[in-house]
């Protein structure tokens, strides 16, 4: 049980180029999210997904692009990388619902450090 | 207005002390909380998960939550210099349950 697998764990880009964040979970989780870490802004939500097919924005979203074809995987797309999506991405999973008993809490991966010149 | 409120610190605790976290929300609807802790330069990981108000115990770690004034807490007891790290408070409500807000975090040291 692997949990959430991100990779890359680091990325150089430069300014103009795109490339796709992976994400990946082994527990069935239906919910599945995308965030940011900036130094003193705590984790920011880009976008979520709650099942194959289906996915919403955060609240940071322009400049990023989702899918979820999978329960499994939710890639997240950088359009044009820009010195501001300098960060360090987190994806997290979790059950969906709330059925009694069950922990809803998320499970993160271990994050992908990115940065823009 | 963020939604959660978490003082950034840093905290800095002898070993053995007891710390105590604090976060404050915005919204009454929110009923579920969360505490992650972060080592640097790793993921959040999920340390106690909550359902509206009352205590929940889990080894030396206490959570608390108050919705009368909309105050979330976390208490180390026995603090050891492994529990260094940052802690992150979270919350949501249940018309969107699993959308969860996050504080910005605090930083603790335990000094030996």
């Known amino acids: 049980n692997a949990g959430v697998t991100q990779t890359p764990k680091f990325q150089v880009l430069k300014t103009g180029q795109s490339m796709t964040l992976q994400c990946a979970q082994d527990m069935n989780h239906e919910y599945m999210s995308w965030y940011r870490q900036d130094p003193g802004m705590g984790l920011r939500l880009i976008h979520y997904?709650?099942?194959?097919?289906?996915?919403d924005q955060g609240e940071v979203p322009n400049g990023y692009n989702v899918s979820r074809s999978t329960t499994e995987d939710f890639p997240l797309r950088l359009l044009s990388a820009a010195p501001s999506q300098t960060s360090v991405y987190f994806c997290a999973s979790s059950y969906l619902g709330q059925e009694r008993g069950r922990n809803y809490g998320y499970t993160f991966g271990s994050g992908t450090r990115l940065t823009v010149v | 207005q963020k939604e959660v409120e978490q003082d950034p610190g840093p905290l800095s605790v002898p070993e053995g002390a007891i710390v105590s976290l604090n976060c404050t929300y915005s919204n009454s609807a929110f009923q579920y909380f969360m505490w992650y802790r972060q080592y640097s330069r790793k993921g959040p990981e999920l340390l106690m998960y909550t359902y509206s108000s009352g205590n929940k115990e889990d080894g030396r770690f206490t959570a608390q939550v108050d919705k009368s004034s909309k105050y979330i807490s976390l208490f180390i007891r026995d603090s050891q210099p492994s529990d260094s790290a940052t802690y992150l408070c979270a919350t949501s409500a249940a018309y969107n349950f699993n959308k969860f807000y996050f504080g910005s975090g605090t930083k603790l040291n335990v000094k030996p």
């Open positions: 997904s709650v099942g194959a097919g289906i996915t």
